[in-house]
Nanobody, 126 residues
Framework: EVQLVESGGGSVQAGGSLRLSCAAS????????IGWFRQVPGREREGVAC????????DYADSVKGRFSISRGNAKNTVDLQMNSLEPEDTAVYYC???????????????????WGQGTQVSVSS
């Protein structure tokens, strides 16, 4: 069974940066995509960015393009999300999630993702 653990959340002022990490534990024998999603209380969860581990192909939400960067981490089965030029509107609980498959698609489709982390809070003040 694969488990995900997020780290790196916190509080920052607008214009600042934070780096989130997602570590997947367990046996993984096929290709997979790790995605980052975020949710504000009372609103639907939205996709932020995702990456396919085999080739590093990425997808981003329009709202974060040019500000956020997702990458494969230095440690095995880890993914980092570098968030720059943060805005108060980025405040949310951020979740990482994973989807598996030989021809896994690199898209931020929430229903494709099988396993989710517990979430980490990101707060951006104006």
């Amino acid at each position: 069974e694969v488990q995900l653990v997020e780290s790196g959340g916190g509080s920052v002022q607008a214009g600042g940066s934070l780096r989130l990490s997602c570590a997947a534990s367990g046996s993984i024998f096929v290709d997979y995509v790790i995605g980052w999603f975020r949710q504000v209380p009372g609103r639907e969860r939205e996709g932020v960015a995702c990456i396919r581990m085999s080739d590093g192909r990425t997808d981003y939400a329009d709202s974060v393009k040019g500000r956020f960067s997702i990458s494969r981490g230095n440690a095995k089965n880890t993914v980092d999300l570098q968030m720059n030029s943060l805005e108060p509107e980025d405040t949310a609980v951020y979740y990482c999630a994973i989807t598996f498959g030989t021809n896994v698609v690199v898209e931020l489709r929430e229903h494709d993702f099988d396993t989710w982390g517990q979430g980490t809070q990101v707060s951006v003040s104006s």
